[in-house]
């Protein structure tokens, strides 16, 4: 099974940037991949997917114009870039993968197979 590590979270004032990186253990070209973050008190949630391909990407509504998810297939990492962040994007954020070749974009955890540990990401107001 691919290990995922996440890095790049941290405490950033509101309408600040940064760019969170996920490392892969293994090979996930074939695979679509997302990011999910946990807010305190609240249930996991979908924030962005790409497709095996890089050719597609689906966004939660709350955070599209303002995050751009992107992969590099060669170095086997992923990456969510992060502008205009607000205080309501303080969560944990994870990186997923699935791992049933050629297939679409998921919203659902529970169609992802391998997750990170999480990165902690705070937008100060």
């Known amino acids: 099974q691919v290990q995922l590590v996440e890095s790049g979270g941290g405490l950033v004032q509101a309408g600040g940037s940064l760019r969170l990186s996920c490392a892969a253990s293994?090979?996930?070209?074939?695979?679509?991949m997302g990011w999910f973050r946990r807010a305190p008190g609240k249930e996991r949630e979908f924030v962005a997917g790409?497709?095996?391909?890089?050719?597609?990407?689906v966004y939660l509504d709350s955070v599209k114009g303002r995050f751009t998810i992107s992969r590099d297939d060669a170095e086997n990492t992923l990456g969510l870039q992060m502008n205009s962040l607000k205080p309501e994007d303080t969560a944990v954020y994870y990186c997923?993968?699935?791992?049933?070749?050629?297939?679409?974009?998921?919203?659902?955890?529970?169609?992802?197979?391998?997750w990170g540990q999480g990165t902690q990401v705070t937008v100060s107001s």
């Open positions: 293994g090979r996930t070209s074939t695979y679509p």
């Open positions: 997923a993968t699935r791992n049933d070749a050629y297939t679409a974009i998921s919203r659902r955890s529970t169609d992802y197979t391998s």
């Open positions: 790409i497709s095996w391909d890089g050719d597609y990407a």
